[in-house]
């Protein structure tokens, strides 16, 4: 090229720098203009709900990097408070306003790229602007969120969505001392995130860490006392507070790409191809402003994730310096503490692998994260989907207060590579007592999967057994611990019966054997043999709870273990 | 069937229990027993270095079962203290002593299983009977050491063989209040495990815990006080120690399968095909006495592990009782935690690499295994290596402070399905500032490779720059750190000058491009920029330092992150 590339890139997030970054690694000539409505750029801002609960303890070590070092860095002129106007796709310039003296002008592009990101989604609720109602998207924001938290007289707090970031700010403002109420229009925490039995878990956690869960509720109105917010009101109560975090999701920042004639989607999402290039040649696009594709599915999901936002970055580097770059999509990973549980999912859940036209069968395990002899054991609860058919996994989800993370990149990994269940069976994960058991709690979840689709056992969910209790039906609920065990936690209903496993072989002609028979212990897996052996001697419907106790909300998942 | 099935399994160490516990649950009728030659059945034998440092409080935490509740469980008739004499192949049927009684008789089955496990190799070496010279296999051997540590007089401990058992007992030694050498016959630690980029830092990580190594040295002779060993005599110099730990390997026990006439392999292994049986229909094998297929190679390894034995037993108690499972493999994963070092590795080493014929393209690349503003992020360090010409990754190594485990986990997972680094560098890891940052370690390492690959930049391992200076070579090492860190740690070298990456653009023309540049920074990161920037400028001879100071080994990796 005789003349210098201009690379123009619009947001300064996290796509948007990364992009910047590696065109210059790629193209030394190349002029290169990151523009940014924000003063900040580059910035942590999945840290933020840390940054308000004093978790990270100063507001610099968000910020990876300013314009003045990525001038020295990476030779990249950026454009701080600087707002793009709009785009002439023809003339191949951008109209730009410096936001501080509202002064216009144009900027010439050989190559554009729109990082522009996500808003949260604020619907106009009556109240909703009294001080003290504020989203969490950007650092000034994480800001006043402090102020409102130093200020609050009523030292309560309602927010709003019970999604990643609902979640985590009802964690940081707990750690902050104010009394929280997560109010959630769905019926479960991390709805769209996360199945029942494991969304049901954490459901009791959170609560008992003393937040007040909402669950089903629309928030219809704020009210104040003067300016400031002072109550949130559902379509069925009330709810003190005058810090109120609005956290229901976000949607793309398209106006922009969509006034310039660029296609849009149905997330709102500026449309792109593998490349990551837009339906202008000249325009790419990424991080939480697009959709990407599903590899289990193929279909675009909107996932906005900062990790996605800066491989997006690499890819569209390349595609814009003369390289050829596929972003081969994502498999909708996602993790997030929640107090003392780590919490993550990957791929399709139980009901969206059912809508999607999998036949799913699932395994709920739960166990510990390495031997309970190894100090720092804890407690992990796996659930597990595999289609039918291809015996393929679809996906996983895990909770606990154990090492759950480790399991959800694995599935992930696993996931993007087509695995089976069968592969997963046998998988060489990494074994030594201070890290794992020598079976892994994903390696039972397979087997048990395999077990299930071999038609050699039935699991039933705790859900399940607790409905049939309520309902009155006539079956018989056999728990299998020990006598111990029974005496420190029981299940209340006249259908339970105790017989500890090492009596089963003796006692089993005391058993009705034409009757339906669920059998129960602390975690599924004494309970899973016992069903075995009840099958073989002949028991005709013989059924075993699904992580059993640990599922049950009837144990203490970070207790002692006692067997 | 119309007769109920003999199963007679040989070995109630890992693979034997679970070959009979599942066998019952797949038939009812079978009539299974069980031969152990010991008391004790069914323990974790990988957990004997942690009771002997009494990270593992209790000695009955390391049995998963004894003979009476197996029976109770699962119906298996377990004969403990028996040992198996012989196998009449054409008579279906073993010859048994009873060891207390010396009792023979014997035994009919239709099926045999042979989990015989392996043995520690103990060559005869002059005054290896002494006391105070023992292996580490089984729980009497752990309860013999432990009382060893409490009669030492010299407080002082040999340990042979820098392997995974060796390194654990340095550090459990440790633990228990003893000075310990270690000699390795090998010049660095874990030999034929660890590449020398990771096996080094472990080196120095070991040291700084007080323990001595000599490496490159062989033990000749034990001499003792009495009957009690008192020094290691190597072909260098004399170690004392009135407790010497000999770990120099394992065997297979395939006497008694080779007495029988079936087939054994090159390591002593008994020869199994995927559905784990032997060259014998009726009967298999598994766990520690046979080697494995490396999905990697398509070729055998012998690499025993307990998660192996414990997979064995599944797929041979399905083949066993007229199912039909395969056995797919391993990819060599291992992990062990060394003092403060989280350790792993899988798949091949750049050597093993390069001798099974593929041409390895590596990566080495240090990192927070989660952002440093998260509370407890720690330094790991990674090492990639890739295929060049199919881009298929062929091992990960890794070792520090961090959450190393979780990334060899990924990588076996990966390596399993046969992904190329392209996938790795674009795979959807969880991510959360609690869990990781933005980009995983691999993520960078997938990245590092693929530069490589292209050509767009050359790397040079910390040992070859060190080479270089003590060679007296005449090139540029270029630190582009701060003032501030390079006042903390400083190469000492003539060829070293400072030039902060900030002020690179601007004082570039003070360098020579002529002259071969070295660029090295704290992890390698800014090098690699730096260098990019230099190359672009028209440098000729531009290389950066992989791990940088982090794996040179001038920097503390436990140390508090300065940037």
């Known amino acids: ?30 002029r290169i203009c990151m523009v940014q409505d924000e003063e900040l750029i580059s910035y942590a801002g999945c840290g ?62 050989d190559k554009l790229v729109i990082a522009t990101g996500s ?22 924001d994480a800001d006043e969120i402090r102020a409102l938290i130093n200020e609050s007289i009523s030292k309560k707090a309602v927010i709003v969505g019970a999604g990643l970031i609902g979640i985590e700010m009802a964690e940081a403002l707990s750690a902050r001392g104010l009394e929280v109420t997560v109010v959630e229009a769905l019926n479960k925490v991390l709805p769209g995130i996360l199945d029942e039995e494991i969304s049901d878990l954490l459901t009791d956690h959170i609560k008992s860490k003393g937040v007040t869960l909402k669950l089903g509720r629309k928030v219809v109105e704020f009210r104040g006392e003067g300016e400031r917010v002072s109550h949130a009101v559902t379509d069925k109560e009330t709810a003190e507070g005058d810090v109120v975090i609005f956290a229901i999701g976000v949607r793309p920042n398209s106006k922009l790409a969509k006034d310039a004639g660029l296609e849009t989607g149905p997330f709102g999402d500026i449309v792109v191809n593998e490349c990551l290039q837009t339906s202008d040649p000249d325009i790419y696009s990424g991080g939480d402003c697009v959709a990407n594709v599903s590899i289990i599915t193929g279909k675009k999901m909107f996932v906005p994730m900062g990790s996605t936002a800066n491989k997006h ?35 399709l859940g139980e009901k969206q692998a059912l809508d999607a036209g999998f036949e799913a069968v699932t395994a709920l395990v739960p166990g510990p994260d390495k031997p309970g002899s190894s100090p720092g054991s804890r407690e992990v609860i796996i659930k597990l989907i595999v289609d039918k058919k291809t015996r393929r996994i679809l996906g996983g989800q895990g909770t606990g207060p154990g090492e759950v993370v480790k399991r959800i990149d694995v599935l992930a990994t696993a996931i993007t590579m087509g695995m089976t269940v069968d592969i997963l069976a046998d998988l060489d994960l990494a074994y030594a007592p201070p890290y794992n058991s020598a079976l892994d709690v994903l390696h039972h979840a397979a087997n048990l999967v395999r077990n299930k689709l071999e038609g050699r056992t039935t699991g039933i969910t705790p859900a399940d057994v607790k409905k049939k209790i309520s309902d009155g039906d006539d079956f018989a609920l056999l728990d299998v611990r020990s006598k111990f065990e029974a005496d420190r936690t029981w299940i209340e209903a006249p259908q339970v019966r105790l017989l500890p496993q090492p009596k089963l072989y003796d006692d089993m002609d005391k058993l009705d054997d034409e009757r339906e028979t669920v059998v129960v212990c602390r975690r599924g897996g004494r309970a899973y043999q016992a069903c075995c052996t009840l099958k073989n001697a002949g028991f005709r419907d013989i059924k075993f709870v699904e992580g059993s106790l640990i599922c049950w909300g009837a144990d203490d998942v970070c207790g002692e273990q006692v067997l």
Do not use: W
């Open 119 to 140: 808003s949260p989604v604020v619907p106009p609720i009556k109240g909703i602007d009294l001080k003290g109602v504020h989203v969490l998207k950007r650092v000034p």
């Open 48 to 109: 933020l709900p840390y940054y308000i609960s004093d978790v990270v303890k100063s507001r610099n070590a968000l910020l990876v990097r300013d314009a003045a070092s990525f001038k020295k860095l990476s030779n990249v002129d950026v454009l701080t408070g600087t707002r793009v106007e709009s785009i002439d796709r023809a003339g191949h310039k951008i109209t730009l306003m410096e936001l501080a003296t509202e002064r216009k002008y144009s900027l010439d592009y």
């Open 1 to 30: 090229m005789d003349r210098q590339l201009r690379i123009v890139i619009i947001g300064g997030g996290a796509c948007g720098p990364k992009t910047a970054a590696r065109a210059r690694r790629l193209d030394a000539a190349a």
């Open 313 to 347: 970055g690499h890819v569209i580097a390349a595609n814009i310096t003369g390289g050829s770059e596929k972003f081969p999509g994502i498999v909708g990973t996602a993790c997030v503490k929640v107090f003392d549980f780590n919490t993550g999912r990957v791929g």
